[in-house]
């Protein structure tokens, strides 16, 4: 694309114009996406889609280097009882870790991504954000996890969030950027909606969920309603941006819900980990416990299985 | 109104399942006759999944319960055989229900009662009893304690409906263990009453969880989960007996086997019961030579 073009694919829509959500009609959706039967082989083969969707993330206060190489060990050896078992997309930690994640994992095929842009609340000036998000790319990650700046995009300021993020996705160069819209604080379904919408024309590669850091996390009905501006937005562009529904999801059980909605929403195109990603630090075990049952057809222990 | 013309209010006897009474997930019943072989209830028929939520819900509450001091444990004890004091009429009106005489069923709910308030008092004992400081013939402070040794299903025996699920409970959880129970498949109605009483005493969410259903269908499976660290039951049967063992060889679950016990009489409770889900765990400490 020419620079013009690119500048004119990165127009501010008017947001008054996108589509109010039906919530009930949104939740009885999400309710029907949780009657699919998905067993037998059916199950492990989505079991395998959804470990190779998996950000495995660690973001605390309290990460050392140490931790860091354990989640990037836990990364490249999910369970080597099971064989075959496919690796996770990428591991999500703070900028700081990168260049340690980046040693742990060389030589493999699993991408680094990191949060920038003052994390998890976004609380800071534009500079410090460019500044915080160079620092991840240099230090060698493959994607960026930005967040919004909730309060800017409820008082309205939507100009703000989206010249932002255009900012933003400049300073990521190669990078794939993922946007956060930390649906917990936007209150509804309407805000989500304009917010995807928002992100997107902006230029965003990925949109996420949350942070991880506020309740409600990922929702099904949240990710739905992403989910349908993502579709919308392809037929009106023809580009496809990804999803990522982070923070909440820890059982097979729920992913294996995801999986559906994402397949009956966007169809197959969308269901590899280069346009759906996971974030999540637990879930990656219990689809592995799950795994283990299906082949030996024991419930299986925590105890068994190696700590991320 | 006059109370002949009352509706009967008939109970749905449920599962116990992390503090909660649902249906069993798979939507199956099997129903309980008296000897004039008239319905007098539908039983849930747990499945393998059902036991599996258990699970869960019991290795969740595990540490907490484990972490609780003895003397918290053993009020808790206390006060379930309080709450079952104060229902024992009920539950005469079930044994008989299920075929007891009246006599029979009152001295099984009061020995209920009895063993509850005996090992409450175990709780702040056992571990002084069977813990020891050990001679070694090295600069070492050596000494032995008991530790709970996790999740413990238990298959009640089947020919009592009270009196065997609150033996092998007891003992179980006296000593900082959860469970999963099976009640007794001929008599299973005292038991779901029973995990009413639970749930009024104090017991936190998920140590005791109860299932209803049928033996043949989930011994296997109480013997084979990976998360669970010992099982306990009567152990009749002997191609069950075999096979229970070599599941729970699968993760070394510890298999304790009660066949032929008398539960209404004194050999139904002992130190010794609470010892069988109990791990040994030894310290070496050095000492100055």
New interface residues.
């Given amino acids: 694309m020419s620079v013009a073009a690119v500048k004119k694919a990165r127009r501010l829509p008017d947001l008054s114009c996108v589509p109010a959500v039906d919530e009930v009609g949104v939740n009885e959706r999400v309710a029907r996406f949780q009657t699919r039967s998905i067993k037998k082989s059916a199950k492990v083969e989505a079991l395998k889609l959804i470990l190779s969707m998996i950000d495995l993330t660690t973001l605390e206060g309290q990460d050392t280097a140490g931790k860091v190489r354990q989640l990037c060990q836990k990364a490249i050896h999910l369970h080597d009882a099971y064989p075959g078992l496919p690796h996770v997309a990428a591991v999500c930690v703070y900028p700081n870790m990168v260049s340690v994640a980046k040693e742990a994992l060389a030589g493999h095929d699993i991408r680094i991504a990191s949060v920038a842009t003052a994390f998890p609340s976004g609380m800071s000036s534009r500079k410090v954000k460019l500044e915080d998000t160079r620092t991840a790319v240099a230090a060698g990650a493959d994607e960026i996890d930005m967040v919004i700046s909730r309060g800017e995009f409820l008082a309205g300021n939507y100009r703000y969030v989206f010249d932002e993020i255009v900012a933003v996705k400049e300073a990521c160069g190669d990078a794939h950027l993922k946007v956060i819209l930390e649906t917990g604080e936007l209150g509804t379904l309407d805000r989500v909606r304009r917010a995807s919408v928002l992100a997107m024309h902006a230029g965003a590669d990925f949109i996420k969920t949350s942070t991880g850091k506020v309740q409600p996390a990922a929702t099904m009905q949240v990710t739905l309603v992403m989910l349908q501006a993502i579709r919308d937005y392809y037929r009106d562009t023809g580009r496809m941006v990804g999803m990522k529904p982070a923070g909440g999801i820890s059982t097979s059980k729920l992913a294996i819900h995801y999986l559906v909605m994402l397949h009956e929403t966007l169809g197959n195109a969308w269901m590899t980990p280069e346009w759906f990603r996971f974030g999540a630090s637990s879930l990656a075990n219990d689809v592995l416990m799950q795994l283990m049952k299906q082949s030996t057809g024991l419930y299986q222990s925590a105890d068994y299985f190696s700590k991320d | 109104m006059a109370a002949a013309n009352r509706l009967s209010v008939a109970k749905t006897y449920k599962i116990y399942i992390d503090g909660k009474f649902p249906r069993t997930e798979s939507g199956r019943y099997f129903p309980l006759k008296n000897k004039q072989d008239a319905v007098i209830a539908n039983v849930c028929r747990g499945s393998?999944k059902d036991f599996?939520n258990a699970?869960v819900a019991a290795?969740k509450a595990q540490a907490g319960w484990a972490r609780a001091s003895a003397y918290l444990r053993g009020q808790i004890l206390y006060r379930i055989a309080e709450m079952l004091e104060g229902r024992i009429e009920q539950f005469v009106a079930e044994l008989q229900l299920q075929g007891r005489t009246e006599r029979q069923a009152r001295k099984e709910v009061e020995i209920a009662v009895d063993r509850l308030i005996y090992y409450a008092g175990w709780a702040d004992k056992y571990q002084q009893v069977f813990s020891s400081v050990n001679p070694v013939s090295s600069a070492h402070f050596n000494f032995s304690v008991l530790e709970p040794t996790g999740v413990v299903s238990i298959i009640a025996p089947d020919d009592s409906g009270l009196i065997g699920l609150v033996s092998y409970i007891a003992p179980a959880i006296v000593g900082g263990n959860t469970c999963v129970a099976l009640a007794s498949e001929s008599l299973p109605l005292s038991a779901v009453s029973f995990a009413e009483v639970l749930h009024a005493s104090d017991v936190p969410a998920g140590v005791v969880n109860i299932l209803t259903g049928f033996r043949d269908e989930l011994t296997e499976?109480f013997a084979?989960?990976?998360?669970v660290n010992a099982i306990a039951w009567p152990g009749d049967g002997r191609k069950m007996a075999r096979s229970v063992q070599t599941l729970a060889a699968?993760?070394i679950k510890r298999v304790i086997a009660r066949p032929k016990i008398d539960w209404m009489s004194d050999e139904g409770e002992s130190p010794y019961l609470i010892r069988d889900t109990q791990e040994v765990k030894t310290t070496w400490h050095p000492i100055g030579s």
């Fill in positions: 393998r599996r699970v290795r499976q084979s989960h990976m998360d699968e993760n």
